[in-house]
């Protein structure tokens, strides 16, 4: 069983930035492809960005591109989301995600992930 924890949301105002991190537990934390959805107040999860395990592959969210990036720290077991330049549609709570056996395809898509956690929740004001 993986567990992750996220940590690093809050209350920030519109062009702030802010750093999530996703510590994870697991001695194979580098096999694990990673990624970070979002879920708005009402609306669906939806899928913001994704890292392979040794970090070669990325993807994200067209509409986050240039704005918030996904890295992450294998001697430490954390996944980070940078994000720059916050605005009004950013705020959710937000989760990271593990794939602890796949590779790294179709990684948009909620059920790739068998783990996730508990979520934080990002508040931009305006």
């Known amino acids: 069983q993986v567990q992750r924890v996220e940590s690093g949301g809050g209350l920030v105002q519109a062009g702030d930035s802010l750093r999530l991190d996703c510590a994870a537990s697991?001695?194979?934390?580098?096999?694990?492809?990673m990624a970070w959805f979002r879920q708005a107040l009402g609306k669906e999860r939806v899928f913001v960005a994704a890292?392979?395990?040794?970090?070669?592959?990325?993807d994200y969210k067209d509409t986050v591109k240039g704005r918030l990036a996904i890295s992450r720290d294998n001697a430490k077991n954390t996944v980070y989301l940078q994000m720059n330049s916050l605005k009004p549609a950013d705020p959710a709570v937000y989760y990271c995600?593990?794939?602890?056996?796949?590779?790294?395809?179709?990684?948009?898509?909620?059920?790739?992930?068998?783990?996730w956690g508990q979520g934080t929740q990002v508040t931009v004001s305006s």
């Open positions: 995600a593990a794939d602890v056996g796949g590779t790294f395809t179709i990684v948009s898509a909620a059920r790739k992930y068998q783990y």
């Open positions: 697991g001695r194979t934390f580098y096999n694990y492809d």
């Open positions: 890292m392979s395990g040794r970090g070669g592959s990325t």
